[in-house]
């Protein structure tokens, strides 16, 4: 029953960080991070969850949910310098950060230091987006942020997972971690597009047979990321991996002829429960680093109590080193990155200057989060003789003392550097969005013509269908006409009609449920008719938000 108590006080306390964090301005996992060891201050007691259950909880939906929805185009455009910095940056933290942290912390066997480092090498684009909401991060520097998160987790992870084997076992060769590297990563991405092509194509062969359960579809969905998770670490590859490729593999399959037959009320309800198991997740392990920094910074104290600098203090000097360190390393390679890839020209020409303010910007946006302490929490307690993982309180505190300060730097320095940032701009997709449109609704009227005839065909009263038929047609000739317009200025005035036209809707649409509300209050209206009326007008609003 504590436990339950625990955990309802956990969601709660994600349900007010939100509200706390728009009235304050404050970003939003420094105040999750209050509130968890606010907790800790009412119940007296943390939550002790198992490294591998607190992994499997949280970490295949977030990766699942990342690789479902980053857009592929800007991933693939931007290939190059998101695999330097997902690939190369992570091998290069893991190594310069590893025999540092060794150097300055003689005391911790070298396998932790490297598996410490690996942990530290994610980056988190959640914490970013919540940092830089006061200045918006430019869309395809978040793209970026997000494609080195996307697979920077599965990177750092991995190597964490070969250095505790070498920390447990105290074996370990390159050629063996180079095969252990491989066999992880390509089982595991093997096992997550099997397993959601498979999914995905049986139920949208059920559905297309049998008709489509809401629910059921939802639920599928939520399942695919553990089910990929778990038998990958059955098979002893990288859970990660799959969870990464399952969430790639299922924004392609959504294109494919079952899932496109999918209800619309899906993909509605869908998005909403994604997007709350998103913020409870991310929003809960956060809260969690909150409450347990008490416990894990006493536990820190009496490790260090025991070392070559028994001082408290040190632990301090510890944590802003690896920060500071993060920081070097992470400049240098963006640097190097930004200049060799990011600007680089097809053409002859010399390349774009790289700016000291960019590189600013995407070393700070390195900004540490869920992945690093779900990861470091999966450290286990004993080695493979069953004597105690030495060094493992300090690890988990370092990580965490890494986690605020990165966000507390980020929370004051990111929005002030965004500020007049220059990146090469994204490419227009007005055009292409203006074609699709056109696309759409000629389809759309050789439909509804098609339907017409067949509807009034054998009736007593065809006039009725074409009638109809020749009012919904002409809203899509409107729309066709306004997104053919070849002339530059006839294109800019379209385009402001659009826009009035969206502010006008909206203020019918408000106005509409406005009333629907007083009416049931008054009780003119009963309850299900209201809010059936009121559902068909959030749906049209939907349309234009």
Not at 162 to 183: D, E, L, P
Not at 371 to 382: D, E, K, Q, R, S
Not at 419 to 440: C, F, I, M, Q, T
Request: glycine share 6%; charged share 20%; with cysteine.
């Amino acid at each position: 029953m504590h436990l339950i108590e625990t955990v309802l006080l956990l969601l709660l306390a994600v349900v007010v960080s939100g509200s706390v964090a728009r009235i304050t301005r404050i970003a939003l996992p420094l105040v999750q991070i209050a509130l968890g060891a606010a907790i800790v201050l009412i119940t007296g007691s943390t939550v002790d969850l198992e490294p591998d259950i607190f992994f499997l909880l949280f970490l295949p939906p977030l990766l699942f949910l990342d690789g479902w929805r980053i857009p592929k185009e800007a991933l693939f455009r931007d290939r190059a310098v998101i695999l330097e910095l997902a690939l190369g940056l992570v091998l290069f933290t893991v190594v310069g950060l590893g025999f540092m942290i060794w150097w300055m912390i003689p005391e911790m066997p070298l396998p932790v230091a490297f598996a410490l480092a690996a942990i530290l090498s994610p980056t988190d684009p959640i914490a970013v987006q919540a940092i830089a909401s006061r200045a918006p991060i430019p869309k395809r520097l978040m793209h970026i942020l997000e494609g080195e998160s996307l697979l920077n987790d599965a990177t750092g992870l991995t190597c964490m997972r070969i250095a505790v084997i070498a920390a447990t076992t105290g074996a370990f060769s390159i050629g063996s971690a180079i095969g252990t590297f491989a066999w992880l990563a390509l089982v595991g991405v093997a096992v997550g597009v099997l397993i959601t092509m498979g999914i995905s194509y049986a139920k949208g062969f059920v559905s297309q047979r049998w008709g489509e359960d809401v629910g059921a579809q939802i639920l599928v969905s939520l399942l695919i990321p553990f089910a990929a998770y778990l038998v990958a670490e059955e098979l002893h590859a990288s859970g990660i991996l799959a969870a990464v490729a399952a969430g790639v593999t299922m924004s392609f399959t959504e294109r494919s002829l079952f899932a496109g037959q999918s209800m619309a009320v899906t993909r509605i309800r869908r998005g909403v429960v994604w997007d709350t198991v998103q913020f409870v997740a991310n929003g809960i392990i956060f809260v969690i680093l909150g409450e347990q920094m008490p416990s894990i910074m006493s536990r820190a104290a009496e490790v260090v109590a025991g070392t070559s600098r028994p001082e408290v203090w040190w632990l301090a000097v510890y944590v802003f080193g690896i920060v500071a360190a993060l920081a070097t390393l992470r400049f240098v390679w963006v640097w190097t990155s930004l200049k060799l890839t990011l600007f680089r020209r097809r053409h002859r020409g010399p390349p774009a200057k790289v700016g000291l303010r960019l590189t600013m910007v995407m070393s700070l946006a390195g900004v540490r989060g869920a992945i690093t302490l779900a990861g470091i929490l999966t450290l286990p307690f004993v080695l493979a003789d069953g004597s105690p993982m030495p060094s493992r309180s300090l690890a988990i505190f370092l990580a965490a003392g890494v986690i605020i300060v990165s966000l507390l730097v980020a929370t004051f320095a990111l929005p002030r550097l965004l500020k007049g940032v220059e990146l090469p701009p994204e490419p227009s997709h007005e055009r292409e969005e203006d074609r699709g449109r056109v696309a759409a609704a000629s389809a759309a009227l050789r439909a509804i013509e098609d339907v017409s005839h067949a509807m009034a065909e054998g009736k007593p009263n065809p006039d009725l269908y074409s009638d109809i038929a020749s009012r919904i047609m002409e809203i899509y000739r409107q729309r066709i006409e306004t997104h053919t317009r070849t002339d530059e200025d006839d294109a800019v005035l379209s385009r402001k009609m659009d826009h009035v036209e969206r502010r006008l809707w909206l203020a019918g649409l408000a106005a509409e449920r406005d009333e629907l509300v007083r009416l049931a209050r008054v009780r003119q209206l009963d309850e299900v008719t209201a809010k059936k009326m009121i559902r068909e007008v959030d749906l049209q609003e939907l349309r234009y938000l």
